[in-house]
Each structure stands twice: as C-alpha cells, then as structure tokens.
C-alpha cells in the first residue's frame, strides 16, 4: 500500500531545513564580516566564494566594507606589542593611540621609523624610545595615531623581511582602528629618512606623504640593491631636510642628489639646517612638517600616473601596475636620472655593539669590503686605542676618526680573549659612486585616464594592469585603452565581486575599492 506519509514528509522537511538556514544564514553581510575578520587560507576563500554566488551589488560590498566598526580601544598611551616576521623571529612594534582617538571616526596614522637600523639589536626599550619621541606631542595635539615599528640588521628597512614586517603593520594596525587610509604617512630620521625617500620610490600606495630627515636618497639602493627611480618621487610629496655639519649625510654632499630629483619631477619639499647629525632643529621644523602632512593627504586616483620599475615586484602605483620590464633601448624620452657623488667619509666599518657596557667600543658586527674587515677585526673585539689615543667610549672613537682623511694608514688595539692585539690598516682613497645602483634594465609608464580612456605611453614595458574603480569611469559604458597609440581595449568593465573582497582584504584601504582589474599585453 502506498504511504501518503512519506509523500508529505519530504517536501515538508526541505521547508523546515530552508527556513531553519534562513534564520541561521544572514545573508551575505554577516558572511562578509566574519570573512574580513578571519585570517587567510581555505575557509576564507571558500567563504568569499559564498558570497560571491549571492551576487550582491558591488555598491552594497563597498558600502558594507566603507562602514565596517571598530572596537574601543585604549587611549592615550603607547601599546607594546609583538609580531612574527616572515623570517620566524618575533619582533616588537608600538602603537600610540591619542586621547581622542574615536573608533567612530578615521584617524590619521604616522608611520616612524628609526635610525640605526643595521644594527645587531633591537632597541632596548620600544616604550620608552616612543614615549621619548618627538613627534609624540605632535600626534598627541593633532589626534594622530603613531606605528613604530622595530628593525635591526637582516630586518632592515630596505630587505625583504624588514619590508614586509612594515606593510603587515600598516595592515594589521588599519584591521584594529579606524586609520584614515589617505592620511597615511612616513617620517624617519637617519636611516627612516633615507628608507621614507625608498618607499616613495617603490612602495608608495599606502602613504599619502613622506618627512626624510637627514637622510641618503640612494640608501635603499646602495644597501638594499632596490630598483630606485627618482621619477617616481613625482607621485609621493616629500619634505626632506639636511644638516651643513652632518658628518654622515652633509648638506654639501645631499644637495646635488636632491636636485637631480627635482629635475626628474620629485614633488619635493627640501630645506638645509645648521647641525650635525641629530634633530636639534625639531622645535623650528616640527610646526612646518606638520602644516606640510596636513596639506598633503593621499590624492588615491590621481588622472595621471607616472611609474618606473626594474622588476614587478615594485611595479605597482595606485591603480597602474608594471607586470613585465623589457630588455632593449629605451624610448628617447626615457631618461636615466642618477647623481655621482664621491664617498670621502672615514668609517671603519663595523656595527657597534650598544649593550657594551664596559671601557672601549665592542664590535657587533664587521661589515664586508671595509677597512675593518681588511685589517682583520673581528666581532666580540673591544678596541680600547687608535693610534696613541686611548678610547673609552664611541666619543673618543669618533674624536680620533675626525683626525683621519681618506688613504691615511692608522692603529687600533684591541682586546680580543685574554689579551690585547694591534691592527693596522687603511682608509681607501676617495672614490666615485652613483646614487642608485643600475644593474638591470627599467620599464617606465605614462597613464592616464578620463571620460572612459585609459592612455599609456611605455617604454621597455611588455605587461600592465590598470585597476577600476568606479570613481575612474563609466561603468554603463565601454572603457578604450590605447597603448602607445593603438586601441588594446574597448569594452564595459564587470566588476569582479571575488577580486574587490581580495583585494581589500590584502591591502585593507577602504578608499581603493578597485571592481577589477585589466591585465594587458603590449601589443607592439
């Protein structure tokens, strides 16, 4: 006998099982919170893809991710806290959080970086070293937040790891609080201003403007082997400043770089001071830097993009990106900006070991091809003499290298084990050098964009991308791109629902909700 029994119970239990997931399941907007609150992998991707088959409006994904919340938070204090770089060492970084920050409200973000950072060890105190800081009264007054991160010899502000340790904590810090991404900003003393002027030149997405004091413009190249064009200062505003007596980075030695960047288009502030190689100016500059940062939030989708770049790696600026760099001649409007000084400075060559707390200087760490290595210091030595002076301390150190000149012979003793040893050796002759290493060919692009036209011009460049945004066309009409003269595209753009969650997700900017992304080939 048939059973109407169990004709009725499955139509029945598909209503039930539906009505239960529809009181389980909010919908998309509950999927995408808890997506932009996990980490990556599997259960994330396989989430967006949720999503993304619910096909929401990309307005609504970007009107969701624009009105993301943020929890309270600590205020005006300095945070201690730590991470994991992709090396596997744990290092520390330090948030400021001023008296008003509102998690309701975006904050700016100031991004220091220190001096000294090829040193073997981290500083000693991360809290008080920010809470002695500056530009901590600056952010204070002005309701800045402040990220310090933390570098040291093989997390350098200019390697692989010391990079990436940077950009994980812009990310990591924009997750917590509420940053305003086009008041994002860099500012470095010494070896933070010579990494700002490298970032503006490779990395530039996440700064809207850069402060390098008593910096070296080629610094990331010449000790980070990166592809550095002063071109690219056209598309991050920097306030650079110098001292006359700086007995790293002279005023003297300084200007021609930083009039060789003007002449390739830096849109640059630079002044000179007196002093030697501290920021004893800070009371005069701090009020001028601070109005210069106020007056220069992130322009996010300038009309025009000017880039150059000797590998992808750091092919990306705003919404243009260099995928392939060719080989060949270049373009006849394709200049090579670079600046040959003459290196004169009388160094020794070692990191110092600052946790040495006895008589003497301690060497940390022997740098390769100096005169140090060459007259066979080594690492643990304490040089307590230089010639007949006795050296108790770096300052005594440093008062016997101002009686060296470039190609004199000099004495250090030192004491190495149980006993003392003499070492001789050499400063090198002066010698020419060039700002930025050239060691492999550049691609550079000329873009722009309006009424729906993409127009590049190229030189040694075979792949680009050009990222959307609905603020840069038309989405109802065709998009033309031309390339060098020829028409390579011409059609409506779909927004990418799984490309806008990535790359939010990646880059956490709540300004650049790119709907897609064109990868070309040249044509030529």
């Known amino acids: 006998m048939r059973s109407y029994r169990n004709l009725l119970v499955g139509p029945l239990f598909i209503l039930f099982a539906s009505l239960l997931f529809s009181v389980g ?31 929401p409006d990309f307005e609504q994904l970007v009107a969701h991710i624009q009105k993301m919340r943020f929890p309270e938070a600590e205020t005006g204090r300095v945070l201690l ?21 509102d998690p309701g409200a975006p904050s700016p973000l100031l991004v220091r970086l220190h001096g000294g950072v090829s040193r073997a060890e981290i500083v000693e105190d991360p809290v008080a070293y920010a809470e002695e800081d500056e530009w901590l009264a600056v952010a204070k007054s002005q309701g800045w937040l402040v990220l310090y991160p933390f570098g040291q010899d093989g997390a350098t502000w200019w390697d692989g790891v010391g990079m990436a340790n940077i950009g994980n904590l812009i990310r990591t810090v924009k997750r917590g609080y509420n940053v305003d991404d086009d008041r994002v900003w860099m500012a470095g003393f010494s070896d933070g201003a010579s990494a ?45 400043v110098t001292t006359f007596e700086d007995e ?56 025009e993009v000017i880039w150059e770049a000797g590998v992808p790696e750091y092919g990306a600026c705003r919404w243009l990106t260099i995928d392939k760099v060719l080989t060949g001649e270049p373009e006849s409007w394709h200049s090579d900006f670079n600046c040959a000084l003459v290196n004169d400075r009388i160094t020794i060559g070692f990191m110092a070991d600052d946790s040495f707390e006895g008589k003497g200087v301690k060497v940390g760490r022997v740098i390769e091809d100096t005169p140090a290595e060459e007259m066979g210091l080594q690492d643990g030595d304490v040089i307590v003499r230089g010639g007949g002076m006795q050296i108790a301390d770096m300052e005594d150190l440093l008062e016997f290298k101002t009686g060296l000149e470039r190609g004199d012979a000099f004495r250090l003793t030192v004491e190495r084990g149980e006993g003392k040893t003499i070492l001789d050796g050499a400063m090198p002759a002066p010698k020419n050098y060039y700002v930025f290493k050239r060691e492999m060919p550049s691609g ?28 840069m066309v038309n989405l109802d009409e065709p998009l033309s791109i031309t390339w ?9 753009v779909k927004p990418d629902r799984a490309y806008l969650i990535q790359n939010f997700l990646e880059e956490r900017d709540r300004k650049l909700l790119y709907v897609a992304r064109i990868s070309l080939e040249y044509p030529g």
């Open 444 to 471: 550079l692009v000329k873009a722009r964009y309006m009424a729906n036209r993409v127009d590049i011009c190229s030189s040694r460049v075979g792949a680009v991308s050009i990222l959307v945004h609905p603020a």
């Open 484 to 492: 060098n003269g020829q028409l390579v595209y011409e059609e409506k």
């Open 25 to 55: 399941h909010a919908g998309w907007e509950s999927d995408l919170d808890r997506v932009l609150e996990m980490e990556t992998g599997e259960a994330r991707d396989k989430l967006i893809a949720v999503i993304v088959r619910a096909e």
């Open 196 to 240: 700002g002027f490298a970032w503006a030149m490779v990395k530039p997405n996440d700064l809207a403007a850069v402060v390098a004091l008593n910096g070296h413009i080629g610094v990331g190249s010449l000790d980070g082997d990166l592809p550095l064009y002063a071109v690219n200062l056209a598309n991050t505003p920097v306030y650079a």
């Open 248 to 303: 790293l980075y002279p005023s003297g030695v300084m200007r021609p770089t930083i009039e060789m960047a003007l002449r390739a288009g830096a849109d640059m502030i630079y002044r000179e001071q007196e002093g030697q190689h501290e920021f004893v100016y800070a009371d005069e500059e701090l009020p001028r830097i601070t109005e210069f940062l106020l007056r220069h939030p992130r322009d996010p989708l300038p009309a």
């Open 81 to 101: 806290e730590s991470t994991v770089c992709i090396d596997g060492v744990e290092r520390p970084w330090v948030l400021y959080v001023p008296p008003g920050y």
